[in-house]
């Protein structure tokens, strides 16, 4: 019989362009994927890949492999998703995928409380801005602001939390020198992003060139530094004592905070502990995620 390991590092290759871009997605070093291919391609009699100067390129048979094998992979994680809903102990792996915001500036004080009520549980947080595909076991519970429901894949539960909204900022020195007569702020944004419509139609509206970040941690440093004005959602504009809302500006709506979870997956024990727990955390954060939690002048 196929080996499924040498078919997933098949999959990885084909999906990878290379054997480099395989070795690294599977932690794995380069001569490891080599052999599997190797093994592969005898077992089967057959080449599955080109070896060109700009990378692997699929053979016709390794073009009618693939197909299978992705069947193959889907079937794998049907499987292990279907066997992991039964498991109600309150033990093992628990993955979560959120916004880097979420995590280091609302939640991360949660999930501390979290491992201390249940310290068999092994938690691995996935900070960031991508999105985790739930039905292939990328994550097991994501997190994520979402703006319109309809959007979400439908095999997804959800349970809907606050609604979270984002405003102008910039520091409070700053905001004192331009009330008395200073240049105007610059925009900062995240590089990539821009200044968002409805900014831009905003009474805050800049002229002056943007000064660019990388992520949102530097977007939080330069507007702290007195660059400029930044959009930040409120529950780290008004929680951070540096930072002042530009008068005269409204709040603009992300979406609601969602916690999405799969089909089986949800119904193991420490996944329900788990979205129960952070659902209740949510709900009362909800006047700091829509801005209310403090006055500004």
């Not at 915001?101 to 201390?116: C, H, Q, S």
């Not at 439908?154 to 606050?162: A, E, F, Q, R, T």
């Not at 821009?194 to 509206?205: K, T």
């Not at 000064?211 to 939080?220: G, Y």
Request: with cysteine.
């Amino acid at each position: 019989m196929i080996d499924w390991d040498d078919v997933r590092y098949f999959l990885a290759v084909a999906r990878g362009g290379s054997v480099r871009a395989a070795a690294g997605n599977l932690g794995v070093n380069h001569s490891t994927v080599l052999r599997r291919i190797a093994q592969l391609e005898e077992h089967l009699g057959a080449q599955m890949f080109e070896r060109l100067p700009s990378g692997y390129r699929l053979t016709a048979a390794g073009e009618e492999v693939v197909e299978l094998a992705s069947q193959m992979e889907a079937s794998s994680h049907q499987l292990e998703t279907r066997v992991f809903g039964r498991d109600q102990s309150v033990r093992g792996l628990l993955r979560v995928t959120l916004p880097p915001p979420l995590t280091a500036y609302l939640l991360m004080p949660d999930f501390a409380d979290f491992v201390r009520l249940h310290p068999d549980i092994e938690m691995e947080i996935l900070s960031s801005g991508e999105l985790a595909n739930l039905t292939n076991r990328e994550a097991d519970v994501a997190i994520r602001v979402v703006y319109d429901r309809e959007a979400l894949p439908l095999n997804l539960h959800g349970l809907k939390g606050p609604e979270t909204f984002g405003g102008f900022y910039l520091s409070g020195a700053r905001l004192a020198e331009w009330r008395a007569g200073s240049p105007e702020p610059r925009w900062i944004t995240v590089s990539g992003h821009g200044v968002p419509d409805w900014a831009r139609e905003a009474e805050a509206r800049i002229k002056n060139v943007p000064f660019r970040t990388t992520d949102f941690d530097a977007q939080l440093a330069a507007v702290r530094q007195g660059i400029g004005i930044t959009i930040l959602p409120c529950f780290v504009g008004d929680a951070d004592p540096l930072l002042e809302r530009v008068p005269d500006t409204d709040l603009h709506l992300y979406g609601s905070v969602w916690l999405l979870t799969q089909g089986e997956t949800r119904k193991t024990k420490r996944v329900r502990l788990f979205t129960e727990f952070v659902s209740r955390r949510l709900a009362a954060y909800a006047a700091l995620l829509s801005g209310q939690s403090i006055e500004r002048d």
